[in-house]
C-alpha cells in the first residue's frame, strides 16, 4: 500500500511526459506554433526536471522524503492545473517547467522513499512499482489522447493529470516518514513504530540495530560532503553512469518519437496509432515480468539480458532501416524491432535503474547522491531528445540504430566492471560492503 501510493508520483512521471506528443497536434491549432516553439513545450519540462531532481534529493536529506514528495504532488496539482487552463505559449512553456520541478523531485524521491521503507526480501519488487506506474502513465497519456483526439481537445487531456496529484497529496499525507531517514535524524521512537506496522517485534529491533549501526559508522557527515567522501565517490560514478547510460541507449527515442519511427516505415495512420498503443502495452506487461524476476535474478543478469536484447533489435531496426525501400515486409521488421526493443529495457534498464539509485548510496547521501543522479539522467534525456531528429537527418536511421547498439555494448561493459549487485543484501549491508571494497 505504502510503495503503490507513492509510486502514484511515477504515474505523473509517466503521464506529463507521455501526453504531450499527442497534445502538441491540436495546440498548434489555438496557438501559433514553430518549430522552435513545439520542441520547447516538451523540452521545457525536461529542464524543470533536472532542476527539480537536483534541489530535492539534497534537501529530502535535510528535511525528509515524505515532506518533499508532499510538495511534488502539490507541483503536480497546481502545474496540470496550470497547464490545462494556459492563455498563451508563453504561460503554457512556464507550467511545463513547473511540472518538471515535480517530475524531477518524482524520480529522486519517490525510489528511495520506498526503497528505505520496503523489507529486504521484496525491496527490488516493491521498488519496481515505480517504473510499474511510468508505463501505465505513460499507457494512459497515449490512451488519453486517442480518446481526446477527435474533439481536437488538449486542454482536458493535460489538465486531467490533475486527479492522480489530488490522490498522490492526499495519500502521502497520511503516510509515515522512512523509518531510516528517521534514524539518521535521531528518532528512533518513530523509527520503531513506522517499522512495527509491516515488521514482527523481533524484526524491528534486529533493524533498528542494523540502521542504527550503519547511521553511527556515517559519523557527522551528510549530503553533498558525504557523497565526496572517498569510499562513496566509487558509487557517485556508478550512479551517475547508469542514469546516464539509460537515457543514452535510446529509450526515449521510441517513447517520444514511436509514432513518427513507425510511419516512417510506411504503414497507415490508424495501424501507427495502434502499433503506438502496442508499444505502451508491451513496455507495462515486460515491467511487471520485472517485477516477478528481480529479487531472484538479480539486478545485474537481468540488466545485462535486457541490454544483448536492446543490442540485436537496434541492429535490426538499423538494417531494416537500411533497406527499406525493398518491400511491405519490411514495416513489419521494423515493427517487431522495435517491440523487442521496449520488452528488453522494460524487463531491465527501465526499473533497475531507480531500484538501484537508492540502493548504492549510504544513508545520509541517499537523497543528494539519487537526486545528482536523477539530475544527470533528465540532462542526458534532454540531450538524446534534441538530437535524435537532427542526427537521422544528418547519417540516417540506420547509422543512429547501429550507433545506439554500440552505446548498448559500452552500459553492458561498464555494468559487468563497475556495477556492485544488491540483491537480498539490507541497504546497511550494502553500505558495508562497499566499505570493505574501498578499504575505509
Ligand atoms: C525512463 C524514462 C522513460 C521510461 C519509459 C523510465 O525509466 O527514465 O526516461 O521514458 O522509463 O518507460
Request: with cysteine; net charge neutral; proline share 4%.
Amino acid at each position: 500500500m505504502v510503495a503503490s501510493i507513492a509510486a502514484l508520483g511515477g504515474l505523473l512521471f509517466g503521464y506529463d511526459t507521455g501526453v504531450i506528443s499527442g497534445a502538441l497536434l491540436f495546440i498548434g491549432k489555438d496557438f501559433q506554433l514553430n518549430a522552435f516553439l513545439e520542441g520547447f513545450i516538451v523540452s521545457s519540462l525536461l529542464l524543470g526536471a533536472v532542476v527539480g531532481a537536483g534541489i530535492s534529493g539534497a534537501l529530502s536529506d535535510r528535511l525528509g522524503r515524505r515532506t518533499i514528495i508532499l510538495a511534488a504532488a502539490a507541483i503536480f496539482a497546481i502545474g496540470a492545473i496550470g497547464a490545462g487552463l494556459a492563455p498563451n505559449v508563453e504561460i503554457l512553456i512556464f507550467f511545463r517547467f513547473f511540472l518538471g520541478l515535480g517530475v524531477g523531485s518524482a524520480s529522486a524521491l519517490v525510489p528511495s522513499y520506498i526503497s528505505e521503507s520496503a523489507p529486504t526480501d521484496v525491496r527490488g519488487s516493491l521498488s519496481s512499482l515505480f517504473q510499474l506506474a511510468i508505463t501505465l502513465g505513460i499507457l494512459i497519456a497515449y490512451l488519453v489522447n486517442a480518446a481526446f483526439a477527435s474533439s481536437g481537445s488538449w486542454r482536458w487531456p493535460l489538465g486531467l493529470a490533475f486527479v492522480p496529484a489530488l490522490i498522490l497529496f492526499i495519500g502521502m499525507y497520511f503516510l509515515p516518514e522512512t523509518p531510516r531517514w528517521l534514524v539518521s535524524k535521531d528518532r528512533d521512537e518513530e523509527a520503531r513504530r513506522v517499522l512495527s506496522r509491516t515488521r514482527s517485534e523481533a524484526e524491528v529491533e534486529d533493524e533498528l540495530q542494523e540502521i542504527r549501526r550503519a547511521e553511527e559508522e556515517e559519523g557527522e557527515q551528510a549530503g553533498y560532503r558525504e557523497l565526496l567522501a572517498p569510499w562513496v565517490r566509487p558509487m557517485l560514478v556508478v550512479g551517475i553512469g547508469l542514469a546516464v547510460f539509460q537515457q543514452f541507449v535510446g529509450i526515449n527515442t521510441v517513447i517520444y518519437y514511436a509514432p513518427t519511427i513507425i510511419k516512417a516505415t510506411g504503414l497507415a495512420n490508424v495501424a501507427t496509432l495502434l502499433a503506438t498503443v502496442g508499444i505502451g502495452v508491451v513496455n507495462v506487461l515486460m515491467t511487471i515480468v520485472a517485477i516477478l524476476v528481480i529479487d531472484r535474478v538479480g539486478r545485474k543478469p537481468l540488466l545485462l539480458i535486457g541490454l544483448a536484447g536492446m543490442t540485436v533489435s537496434l541492429v535490426i531496426l538499423g538494417a531494416a532501416f537500411a533497406f527499406s525501400g525493398l518491400s511491405g515486409i519490411i514495416s513489419w521488421i521494423t515493427l517487431a524491432g522495435l517491440m523487442l526493443y521496449i520488452a528488453s529495457f522494460a524487463v531491465s534498464f527501465g526499473p533497475i535503474l531507480w531500484v538501484m539509485l537508492p540502493e548504492i548510496f549510504p544513508l545520509k547521501a541517499r537523497g543528494t547522491g539519487t537526486g545528482v543522479s536523477a539530475l544527470s539522467n533528465w540532462g542526458a534525456n534532454f540531450v538524446v531528445a534534441q538530437a535524435f531528429l537532427p542526427l537521422i537527418a544528418l547519417i540516417g536511421e540506420s547509422a543512429v540504430f547501429w550507433i545506439l547498439a554500440g552505446i548498448c555494448i559500452v552500459a553492458a561493459l561498464f555494468i559487468q566492471f563497475l556495477v556492485p549487485e544488491t540483491k537480498g543484501r539490507s541497504l546497511e549491508q550494502i553500505e558495508s560492503d562497499l566499505r570493505t571494497r574501498v578499504g575505509s
